[in-house]
Each structure stands twice: as structure tokens, then as C-alpha cells.
């Protein structure tokens, strides 16, 4: 959403991008190095994004309050926990 209204230039969000890739890899595999030191989840991801992409990785939550990233992740878990209910 950045990258296309013009705020995050491409080269970043594609940094961004990658990064991403490889800190959801090394969650999956258990190889994340989790810190209660970086108070909540989204600190964590952006301090190692940061490791692997440098300051780009700062950029990654540009416009968005701490609140607004956890209404959506709140929104993301429900949206799953309701199709597997529906499952059900």
C-alpha cells in the first residue's frame, strides 16, 4: 500500500519484501530469535528486518500507529479463526 501510493519508493518495498520472506522462514523453522526485550511481536520482525535489510526495514510501518497494527492483527486472526469455525 506504500509502494502504490507513492511513499515507499519500489526498490524499498521490494528490500521489504524480501526480508519478510526470510524472517516467515526462519519463524517456520523455529530459528527466529524471539526477545521479550523488544516488547511485542511486530518490534521483533522490524529489528530483524532491519538486520537483513537495513533501514529499509524501519520504513516498513511508515503511516501506521502501533494501534492500527494491532487492529489488523487482531482483524487477520479473527478472519482465520472464523473460516475454521465455518470449517467446523
Same mark, same amino acid.
Given at each position: 500500500m506504500l509502494s502504490r501510493c507513492g511513499i515507499l519508493p519500489k526498490a524499498d518495498l521490494e528490500a521489504i519484501e524480501r526480508? /519478510?520472506? $526470510?524472517?516467515?522462514? %526462519?519463524? +517456520? %523453522? #523455529? +530459528?527466529f530469535e524471539w526477545s521479550i526485550a523488544r516488547e511485542d511481536v511486530h518490534l521483533n520482525i522490524e529489528h530483524r528486518l532491519t538486520d537483513l535489510? #537495513?533501514? !529499509?526495514?524501519?520504513r516498513m510501518?511508515? &503511516?501506521?500507529?502501533?494501534? !492500527?497494527?494491532?487492529?489488523?492483527?487482531? +482483524? /487477520?486472526? /479473527?478472519? #482465520? &479463526?472464523? !473460516? %475454521?469455525?465455518? &470449517? $467446523?
Open positions: 526480508g /519478510l520472506a $526470510l524472517v516467515a522462514a %526462519e519463524i +517456520r %523453522e #523455529g +530459528r535489510v #537495513g533501514d !529499509d526495514g524501519k510501518h511508515t &503511516a501506521r500507529s502501533r494501534n !492500527d497494527q494491532v487492529a489488523t492483527d487482531i +482483524r /487477520l486472526w /479473527l478472519r #482465520g &479463526a472464523i !473460516d %475454521e469455525i465455518v &470449517a $467446523l
